[in-house]
């Protein structure tokens, strides 16, 4: 008989959702979204945590939370060496609490410290996106400080380039598609790490 891949899952939890019926299971271990902004980590993981029915939290939004200010200020007052620092802080202690789902925010997987962090405490998973659909998801907002450039979608472009030998770090690799949904995506996700050794619990 041939091994379990995630395509059975996807196709298990298709199967399910068709007929609404929730996606449960217990996490022995955090699940930490990686990937470039707009791949949909803040989305995506509060979708797969509200089916999972584990704790959602997101690093910018507790270095928010923790500063009182948003991450562009924090980035215009303080500097990135200073928001990465807060972040790498945020990251350990959100991977030292219970397991849920931890989003990131797309430059904390760039660190080795946050790695090996990750890779110890939590499952790493990337979710992948091509240009153009990171593009159309981000192109409308400005609240990304490092996309407060003359021309940001090179920047886009460069920082994917930059970033994506360290992305493919990642444990688990998710591909987003254009016209998924994001409970769709999040379906998905969940049916990748279904076949992580011991990492969902069925309930
Ligand atoms: N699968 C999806 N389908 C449609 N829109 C999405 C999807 N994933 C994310 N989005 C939208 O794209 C934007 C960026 O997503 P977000 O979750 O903030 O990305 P990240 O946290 O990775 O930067 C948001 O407006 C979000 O609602
Ligand atoms: O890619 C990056 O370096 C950043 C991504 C942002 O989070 P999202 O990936 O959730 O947009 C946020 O942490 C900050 O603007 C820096
Ligand atoms: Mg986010």
């Known amino acids: 008989m041939r091994e379990m891949g995630p395509e ?4 298990k939890v298709r199967a399910g959702a068709e007929q609404d019926q929730p996606v449960l299971g217990h996490l022995t271990r955090s699940i930490v979204l990686v990937g ?12 797969v945590a509200r089916f ?14 923790a500063a009182q200010m ?4 924090i980035f ?4 990135e060496p200073f928001f990465r620092a807060r972040e790498s802080e945020v990251l350990e202690r959100l991977l030292s609490g219970p397991p849920g789902v931890i989003s990131t925010g797309g430059g904390a997987f760039l660190s080795e410290t946050n790695r090996e962090m990750i890779a110890r405490l939590g499952v790493s998973v990337w979710l992948k996106a091509d240009l153009e659909l990171l593009w159309n998801r981000v192109r409308h907002k400005n609240t990304r400080p490092l996309l407060r ?3 940001p ?3 886009l472009t460069d920082l994917l380039a ?4 360290h992305y493919s770090k990642a444990q688990v690799v998710v591909e987003a598609e254009q016209g998924l949904s994001v409970p769709d995506m999040a379906r998905k996700v969940i049916a990748h790490l279904r076949v992580v050794d011991g990492l969902i619990e069925e309930v």
Do not use: Y
Not at 36 to 47: F, H, L, P, R, Y
Not at 52 to 65: K, N, Q, Y
Not at 70 to 73: D, K, L, P, R
Not at 76 to 79: I, K, L, N, P
């Open 8 to 11: 059975d899952g996807i196709d």
């Open 36 to 47: 470039m902004m707009g791949s949909g980590k803040t989305a995506v993981g509060t979708a």
């Open 52 to 65: 999972l029915g584990a704790p959602f939290l997101d690093s910018d939004h507790e270095i928010e939370r």
């Open 70 to 73: 948003t991450v562009a200020e």
């Open 76 to 79: 215009a007052r303080d500097g």
């Open 149 to 151: 450039t003359a021309d």
């Open 153 to 155: 979608k090179k920047t």
């Open 162 to 165: 930059q970033r994506l030998p």
